[in-house]
T-cell receptor, first 111, second 117 residues
Framework: QKEVEQDPGPLSVPEGAIVSLNCTYS??????FMWYRQYSRKGPELLMY????GNKEDGRFTAQVDKSSKYISLFIRDSQPSDSATYLC???????????FGKGTRLHILP | GAVVSQHPSWVICKSGTSVKIECRSL??????MFWYRQFPKQSLMLMAT?????????EQGVEKDKFLINHASLTLSTLTVTSAHPEDSSFYIC?????????????FGSGTQLSVL
């Protein structure tokens, strides 16, 4: 059983739309959740990290964790063509645990 | 933010040769660095954890004699792919954090695309 599921996409949305990216996970022991953005042939860049359930907002980005349903989301408001990238969800059980990445969702923002 | 420099960005080599990839933390000391491998449309898979001054810790299924890791200083870790074969062709990425317990704040290098002919 895969620990984390993430739709690979591609997901294409028009510029200015709200983007919703999602991951599901099976291991309830995960406590820390992260979202990374990766441009083609580049290393990932940390966007958001959250601990346990709840929402966290940073500019146009909102991360949401629902531990009861084992579902994590990233919302991007006022999407821009520069947001076109692969978005990786990631999680770990505790602070010292290794980070497990999802396969990533490819996002295309259409100008 | 912190910068991690990875070199080279691209390398093409013949089968059977060895390739060395460097990962440097430019403005902080990294006691721990991580090496990942990423195949097309796949996730980052952790290969090994590189600890300064000690032996690297390899993930299950990763051959330590094939992927040699040296973390000789607080700012440099190297990954050497020995006797490379076409199946080793992949995107290799290093990452580092400056210490502390919040290792989700990893800073990644720009990656190295290895193509073995």
């Amino acid at each position: 059983q895969k620990e984390v599921e993430q739709d690979p996409g591609p997901l294409s949305v028009p510029e200015g739309a709200i983007v919703s990216l999602n991951c599901t996970y099976s291991n309830s022991a995960f406590q820390y959740f992260m979202w990374y953005r990766q441009y083609s042939r580049k290393g990932p860049e940390l966007l958001m990290y959250t601990y346990s359930s709840g929402n966290k907002e940073d500019g146009r980005f909102t991360a949401q964790v629902d531990k009861s349903s084992k579902y994590i989301s990233l919302f991007i408001r006022d999407s821009q063509p520069s947001d076109s990238a692969t978005y990786l969800c990631a999680r770990k059980k505790n602070r010292d645990d290794k980070i497990i990445f999802g396969k990533g969702t490819r996002l295309h923002i259409l100008p | 933010g912190a910068v991690v420099s990875q070199h080279p960005s691209w390398v093409i080599c013949k089968s059977g040769t060895s390739v060395k990839i460097e990962c440097r933390s430019l403005d902080f000391q990294a006691t721990t660095m991580f090496w990942y491998r990423q195949f097309p449309k796949q996730s980052l898979m952790l290969m090994a954890t590189s600890n300064e001054g000690s032996k690297a810790t390899y993930e299950q299924g990763v051959e330590k004699d094939k992927f040699l890791i040296n973390h000789a200083s607080l700012t440099l870790s190297t990954l050497t792919v020995t006797s490379a074969h076409p199946e080793d062709s992949s995107f290799y990425i290093c990452s580092a954090h400056s210490g502390g317990r919040e290792n989700e704040k990893l800073f990644f290098g720009s990656g190295t695309q290895l193509s073995v002919l």
